[in-house]
């Protein structure tokens, strides 16, 4: 039975009149349900002999560039030069600016491959053009060359010939024209000359002078000066390596004063201690504010527990000065250390986090809950402080009966709505959030779970007829009903109830067997 489908003219009308803009929107279209079903949704297969292209057929005029009909390569040659532009950048605006014609193409270098491309100078009408159409100087006099321009570097060589700033006898990529003769950027530069050799360069004194003279302000300044043009020859990049017997530290050396953690002499403890008990501050926060501002003075560690370790007691001491109780500190027990967490109404573990950090807390109930009271009455972090939620592990869930019965009344419709459902306050705790998992033996899909009555698709597969038991019924409901064509069949199907195992999509179902070319003998 085929489909009877409009002619392709009025069909094309009638899509031009739905004013979609592009291939996306139509298929979106096409899976809406509201397209006629004499309007074909691969109009390309149904009209293959006068389709054109999807612009045509939306009324775009949008067309696929494999479709365009491009102008001659000297045509477009001509064209783009009119344009002068000057290098493969300003080529790549153009092409996203929109301006472009659609019969020049925006990658000429595969549509003219064999038909008179050269290069992007020669398309651009640079002055720079390809090496197999122009005669370069030789190896030797190119060296000569480039070393006159006193260059440091191959990406300072890249960027003269990005900005067609060298001779049109002077290649831009050297390394690929004299590669017979190619011995590095080095040689070909000659800047491994210019380098001081080991031992020539000013005395450690005179050059930390001269660099602090500089006014940089950290290491990453110094390393963006070291490979600048502006360093002297005889200021190493490396002072440290320089300078072994000298060397301190960056600080030192850019003269910001600033030394590394190892090189600092701090105060004993005792000094350092009673500096910060004057301080008066009682949180960890209060701290740490501290020792990022300006006020700390560089003999008092930002990390006080590393510094002292063989005195540390604890932070809380270290910022008041208060005798801490032993080690071995005797915690509450958890009921009652679970009222102290759940009566500071804080929210979940991170909130918990922050309140250790202030160091407010009692020396008894300890940082880590979960550890302290493994197996002592710990449940989880919501349990501990006290939101209502219950670790679903020491959850006993109802049996697969009585709990279809507890959700039948919140009148959940979808697997989709379920799964919003669980997320809510609603859900009963003794009520799995993934019922299909857990009931795995008497699992019947999600239409007996929530009681709507639908059978998913793999339930009713294990029940459809085998193809030559259905195609008995396909005829007889065919020939008692005087069905002649898909119309007429879906019609059916929405009118009338199908005998069980018979599905009403037998083209999908059946496609081993190609259901629809035995329906149409």
Same mark, same amino acid.
Request: aromatic share 14%.
């Given at each position: 039975?085929?489909?009877?489908f409009?002619?392709?003219?009025d ?9 979609l803009?592009n ?5 979106q279209?096409t899976?809406s349900?509201?397209?006629p079903?004499n309007i074909?949704?691969?109009?390309e297969?149904?009209?293959h ?6 612009g045509?057929w939306l009324g775009?005029g ?5 479709n ?5 390569f =000297? #045509?477009? *040659?001509?064209f !783009?030069?009119s344009? %002068?532009? @000057? /290098?493969?950048?300003e &080529?790549?605006?153009?092409? $996203? +600016? ?7 193409p ?5 549509t003219?491959k ?10 651009l ?11 370069f100087v030789?190896?030797?006099n190119?060296?000569k ?10 990406t300072?060589?890249?960027n003269l ?16 024209l004299?590669?017979n003769?190619w011995k590095?950027?080095k ?5 491994e000359?210019?380098y001081v050799p080991?031992?020539?360069f000013?005395?450690? =004194? #005179?050059a *930390?002078?001269? !660099?602090q003279?500089l %006014?940089? @302000? /950290?290491q990453?300044? &110094?390393?963006q000066?070291s $490979? +600048?043009?502006?360093?002297p ?5 490396l ?6 017997n ?12 600033r ?8 105060r ?9 008990i004057?301080l008066k501050?009682t949180t960890?926060?209060?701290w ?6 300006d006020?700390?003075?560089d003999?008092?560690p930002t ?8 005195n540390?007691i604890?932070l809380?001491?270290?910022l ?9 500190k ?16 804080i929210?979940g573990?991170k909130?918990?986090?922050?309140y ?8 008894n109930?300890?940082s ?12 989880n972090?919501?349990d ?10 020491s ?9 279809k019965k ?5 009148g ?8 919003k ?5 609603q859900?009963?705790?003794d ?5 299909s998992?857990y ?6 899909g ?7 009555g639908i ?5 009713k ?5 085998s193809?030559p038991?259905?195609k ?5 409901i065919?020939?008692?009903n005087?069905?002649n064509n ?8 929405k ?7 018979l599905?009403?999509n ?5 496609t081993?067997?190609?259901v629809?070319?035995?329906?149409q003998?």
């Amino acid at each position: 039975m085929k489909k009877e489908f409009q002619n392709f003219e009025d069909a094309r009308k009638f899509v031009q009149s739905l004013n979609l803009k592009n291939q996306k929107e139509w298929r979106q279209y096409t899976q809406s349900g509201k397209k006629p079903k004499n309007i074909p949704s691969a109009p390309e297969k149904v009209y293959h002999k006068d389709w054109i292209s999807m612009g045509d057929w939306l009324g775009t005029g949008f067309i696929h560039p494999k479709n365009y009909q491009f102008r001659s390569f =000297e #045509d477009a *040659r001509k064209f !783009v030069q009119s344009l %002068n532009l @000057k /290098n493969q950048k300003e &080529w790549r605006q153009y092409i $996203k +600016s929109g301006n472009k014609p659609n019969d020049i193409p925006s990658t000429p270098a595969r549509t003219y491959k064999n038909n008179g491309w050269i290069g992007l100078s020669d398309w651009l009408g640079t002055k720079n053009k390809h090496y197999s159409s122009f005669e370069f100087v030789s190896f030797s006099n190119a060296r000569k060359f480039a070393q006159k321009l006193k260059l440091r570097s191959g990406t300072e060589w890249k960027n003269l010939a990005k900005d067609d700033k060298l001779p049109d006898n002077i290649p831009h990529d050297p390394a690929k024209l004299y590669k017979n003769n190619w011995k590095g950027w080095k040689d070909f530069l000659g800047y491994e000359k210019q380098y001081v050799p080991k031992g020539e360069f000013q005395n450690f =004194e #005179d050059a *930390r002078k001269f !660099v602090q003279s500089l %006014n940089l @302000k /950290n290491q990453k300044e &110094w390393r963006q000066f070291s $490979k +600048s043009d502006t360093r002297p020859k005889d200021i190493p990049s490396l002072p440290a390596r320089a300078y072994p017997n000298d060397w301190i530290s960056f600080g030192d050396w850019l003269g910001t004063g600033r030394i590394h953690y190892k090189y600092k002499k701090f105060r004993n403890f005792k000094d350092a201690h009673n500096f910060v008990i004057k301080l008066k501050f009682t949180t960890t926060k209060e701290w740490k504010n501290y020792c990022k501002s300006d006020k700390r003075p560089d003999d008092i560690p930002t990390d006080p527990q590393r510094m002292y370790a063989k005195n540390w007691i604890s932070l809380e001491h270290w910022l008041t000065g208060k005798n801490m109780p032993p080690r071995n500190k005797k915690l509450l027990d958890f009921e009652d250390a679970r009222k102290f967490a759940i009566n500071l109404k804080i929210v979940g573990k991170k909130g918990w986090m922050e309140y250790i950090e202030m160091g407010t807390k009692p020396y008894n109930i300890p940082s880590d809950p979960s550890g302290a009271y493994k197996n002592k009455g710990w449940v989880n972090w919501n349990d501990w402080l006290g939101d209502g939620n219950v670790d679903p592990r020491s959850v006993n869930f109802k049996t697969y009966d009585e709990a279809k019965k507890n959700i039948l009344p919140f009148g959940i419709k979808s697997q989709n709505e379920w799964a919003k459902f669980v997320k809510t306050k609603q859900k009963p705790i003794d009520v799995p959030a993934n019922p299909s998992q857990y009931y795995t033996k008497e699992w019947k899909g999600w239409g007996d779970w929530l009681g709507t009555g639908i059978i998913s698709t793999i339930e009713k597969s294990k029940k459809w007829l085998s193809w030559p038991e259905a195609k008995l019924l396909y005829r007889k409901i065919g020939q008692e009903n005087n069905l002649n064509n898909l119309k007429d069949w879906l019609n059916y199907c929405k009118k009338h109830k199908l005998p069980e195992g018979l599905p009403a999509n037998p083209f999908d179902v059946y496609t081993k067997e190609r259901v629809w070319k035995k329906m149409q003998e």
